[in-house]
């Protein structure tokens, strides 16, 4: 039986899809966002998060932690992970759980008086398709079920369009409008994402291109007029766009990972924001709030 690994599960309300949503963060990613806000769920094995205060010596037998400090190094070659398998405890843990089709559809069935507002499941990340067959079984066992359903992805899988007729509201990021840019900064090109938006603007019936807006990468007003210029040559029928904006929610979240956080920039001003959403409108683009 097919399992996923979730890093995380919720609820949020017109976030993350329409209505009131059971959301699942699924463990892996495939690009190398230095603003991500959920850094724990970057690696495909999972991630060990740290509490330093909380950190116990004992509970590593390898000699990984002294004086309230993780080596990570000790832990890159260590296969059995006692520290969180068999030594539960405050200072240390994996990332992420497996689960069976069986017990999320068990929380999405005992769950369903809660979708109101045309609410339902979201599929996150990380990113969802690193998962793909899982991924693609899970839907399916909510489509069966008549549970309404959203992804939140990347779009750079190949084969992404091959779940279109199992999602209800498709969210897709567009990192940057140049390719070479998106590689050099989150390490993959953006050829199949334009390729995937495009096809999903023609062929999917609700589709949320969301851009997030990072200073000194993607958000001068120049960026602006090439994503407008990009996304107003796109069928508009279904399709909205919203713009989100920097933050470092994640930084204490990297630090916990181990990982360290480089980013140093600051937040965009109200006007900008408001600004960047008419030029969209000018061009005949809706644009979502969420």
């Known amino acids: 039986m097919r399992k996923l690994k979730i890093f995380q599960k919720g609820w949020n309300l017109r976030q993350d899809g329409p209505g009131n949503r059971l959301v699942y963060h699924l463990q892996g990613c495939n690009l190398a966002?230095?603003?991500?806000?959920?850094?724990?769920?970057?690696?495909?094995?999972?991630?060990?998060?740290?509490?330093?205060?909380k950190l116990l010596a004992e509970v590593c037998p390898h000699g990984a932690i002294s004086g309230k400090v993780l080596d990570r190094g000790i832990c890159g070659t260590c296969g059995t992970r006692e520290c969180v398998m068999l030594n539960p405890n405050e200072g240390i843990r994996l990332s992420c759980k497996e689960y069976s089709m069986n017990e999320l559809m068990d929380e999405v069935r005992a769950s369903r008086h809660l979708f109101h507002g045309g609410g339902g499941v979201t599929l996150s990340g990380g990113e969802p398709t690193m998962q793909f067959e899982s991924t693609r079984t899970f839907l399916e066992a909510l489509k069966?079920?008549?549970?309404?359903?959203?992804?939140?992805?990347?779009?750079?899988?190949p084969r992404l369009p091959d779940l279109f007729p199992l999602i209800d509201t498709l969210i897709i990021d567009l990192k940057h409008y140049d390719s070479a840019k998106a590689k050099e900064t989150v390490g993959?090109?953006?050829?199949?994402?334009?390729?995937?938006?495009?096809?999903?603007?023609?062929?999917h019936g609700c589709v949320w291109l969301r851009i997030t807006l990072v200073p000194g990468f993607n958000s001068s007003p120049?960026?602006?007029?090439?994503?407008?210029?990009?996304?107003?040559?796109?069928p508009q029928d279904h399709l909205s766009v919203e713009l989100l904006f920097y933050h470092e929610y994640g930084r204490v979240k990297w630090e916990q990972c181990g990982m360290k956080y480089n980013m140093n920039c600051a937040a965009m001003t109200k006007q900008s924001a408001e600004e960047y959403e008419s030029m969209f409108r000018k061009a005949g683009v809706t644009i979502a709030k969420t």
Request: hydrophobic fraction near 40%; charged fraction near 25%.
């Open 33 to 53: 966002c230095p603003w991500c806000a959920n850094p724990e769920g970057i690696s495909a094995g999972g991630q060990l998060v740290v509490r330093r205060e």
């Open 144 to 157: 069966a079920e008549g549970v309404d359903s959203a992804i939140e992805t990347n779009g750079t899988h």
């Open 188 to 203: 993959r090109g953006n050829k199949t994402v334009l390729d995937n938006i495009s096809r999903a603007a023609e062929l």
């Open 222 to 234: 120049a960026d602006i007029e090439q994503f407008v210029a990009l996304v107003g040559k796109l």
